[in-house]
């Protein structure tokens, strides 16, 4: 894969991960439009860092068809499903896989947040600033990512994810901590 294409399913991979974790904070039905919205306010940024220099273009494609009120959301599943099956071990996608089944098997939702805002029983919460920051433009891990969670599920996640063994796992008194 050229890195171009890397660079691309790394913030296609990103936009929809910060899409979905902002869908699960909101906790409602969210339309299209809205999701359009949602994804315009984390690609537009993109457009400015010279990071993204090589996919500028590719930016700009996906935000007219937002501006367009088509679906964008579909449009980067649609990428992330051309390049991911080349790039499907990228631990974003680990990440994300790994969250999705902590869901299905437990009804434990995840959700972003900052390091100073409240949180509830029952919900696995990561760092947001960690998640944004912890990949390289490849999507593997580059340091570690916190997650808070509520005593009496901490042990049966903490065994979730280590049963799984996709990444290491560290378990401290109030939060467990993924390593590569």
Request: charged share 30%.
């Amino acid at each position: 894969m050229l890195v171009k294409d890397e660079i691309l399913l790394d913030v296609v991979e990103n936009a929809l991960l910060h899409l979905y974790f902002t869908m699960s904070e909101l906790s409602q039905f969210i339309p299209r439009i809205k999701r359009n919205q949602i994804l315009v306010k984390f690609l537009k940024p993109k457009l400015k860092g010279s990071h993204y220099k090589s996919i500028k273009s590719e930016i700009k494609a996906l935000l007219i068809l937002a501006k367009n009120k088509r679906d964008l959301e579909a449009k980067l599943l649609e990428i992330r499903g051309f390049y991911g099956s080349e790039a499907s071990s990228s631990d974003v996608k680990k990440l994300f896989v790994l969250l999705e089944n902590i869901l299905d098997e437990y009804t434990v939702d995840s959700k972003f947040i900052e390091i100073s805002e409240p949180r509830e029983q029952g919900v696995l919460y990561l760092l947001q600033s960690q998640v944004v920051d912890g990949f390289d433009i490849y999507g593997s891990l580059k340091g570690s990512i916190e997650l808070f969670i509520d005593a009496s599920n901490l042990e049966l996640i903490y065994s979730f994810i280590k049963e799984a063994d996709v990444f290491n796992i560290v378990k401290e008194k109030d939060k467990l901590i993924l390593m590569k």
